[in-house]
C-alpha cells in the first residue's frame, strides 16, 4: 500500500516544516463506490434505449461536471434484433503528459428483460458506480498517461446473445477510436464487470492479453487480495473483445460465479443486497495502482 502514502515518504523535517499539509492523496472508496452503483440501481431496468437509460445518463454527466476531466458523448444508433436503437457511450478524459493513454471502462445498460424488474444491480450497477467513483479519485490524482474512463451503452444483447447482438457500445468505439488515431496511443484497456458480489472471484478471462492480466493479478497478490483473484478461468464476451480484436491489450476483469452455480445472473434477484462496498474497493485499490504500472 505504500504507493498511497506519497506524504508519508518525506523526511520527518520536511514534513513538520510544511504548513498547510498538502491534501492527502484520495483513495478509492468501496463505501462511496456502493452509493453511486444504489443511484444507478434506483433509475430501475435501464435497457439502450430506455428513458431509464436516458436519465442515468444524465446523473452521470452530473457527477462528471464536478470532476477536472473532458467529457466526450458518442451517440450512435444501433441495429438490434429489436429494431434501431439509439445509444450513446460516455466517455471521461483526464489527461496526462506522455501522449499516450489507458482506459478503464465498464458498461452502464442492463438487459431487457421482458416479464421481469431486473435492476442490474452487479451487472449494470457496480461497473457504473466503480467508474464514478474512479472519476472523483482521478480528480484529484494525475497519471503520465491520459486515462479515460469509459461507460458502455448496449453491453446487453436484445434476446440471444451473437456476434451482432451485444457490445454494441465497445464494438462502435473501437471502430471510431481506430479511425480517429486514439487506438494508437492506447497502451491498455481494463475492462470490469460484476465485480460488486459480496463473494468476489475475479476469473482469468483467456482471451485478455496475457501481460496485462499478470501485471494486474501480481498487484492484487501485493496488495494482499489474492483470493480475490482467482487462478483459474475461461473465456468470456464482453466489451474488451472489440478492442483486442484490434490488437489492443486488453483484459476482462470479470466475477461470473454470481449466487449458487452463477443462480442471479440475469435475473430479478441482482439486487443491491448481493454486493458489498469492500468488493468494489478491492478491485478499485488495485485498478488505482495497476495504472501506474501501463
Ligand atoms: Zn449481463
Sequence with gaps: MAAFLVAGAMPAAERRSRAPQAAPVAEFSGESALQFTAKAVSFGPRPAGSAANRRLQDYIHSQLKLRRCQVID?????????????????????????????????????????????????DGGSSTGLLLEFARILAARRYSDDVYLIWFDG?????????????????????????????????????????????LGILQESNSTPW??????KVAGEFGYGRYFLQFGGPVEDDHAPFLARGVAAL???????????????????????LSAHSLEVVGRVLVEALTRL
Design 74 to 122: 458518442d451517440p450512435f444508433v444501433a441495429r438490434t434484433p429489436a429494431g434501431r436503437i439509439a445509444m450513446n457511450n460516455i466517455i471521461a478524459r483526464f489527461p496526462g503528459s506522455s501522449g499516450r493513454a489507458v482506459a478503464i471502462s465498464g458498461h452502464f445498460d442492463t438487459k431487457d428483460m421482458p416479464g421481469i424488474r431486473f435492476v442490474g444491480a452487479n
Design 155 to 199: 453491453e446487453e444483447a436484445f434476446g440471444e446473445w451473437s456476434p451482432v447482438n451485444g457490445v454494441f457500445g465497445s464494438r462502435h468505439l473501437a471502430d471510431r477510436w481506430a479511425a480517429n488515431g486514439t487506438l494508437s496511443r492506447l497502451k491498455a484497456l481494463i475492462n470490469v464487470d460484476m465485480i460488486g458480489d459480496k463473494d
Design 212 to 217: 496485462l492480466r499478470e501485471r494486474v493479478w
Design 252 to 274: 476482462d476483469l470479470i466475477d461470473f460465479d454470481y449466487g449458487p452455480g452463477n443462480a442471479w445472473w440475469h435475473t430479478a434477484a441482482d439486487t443491491m443486497d448481493k
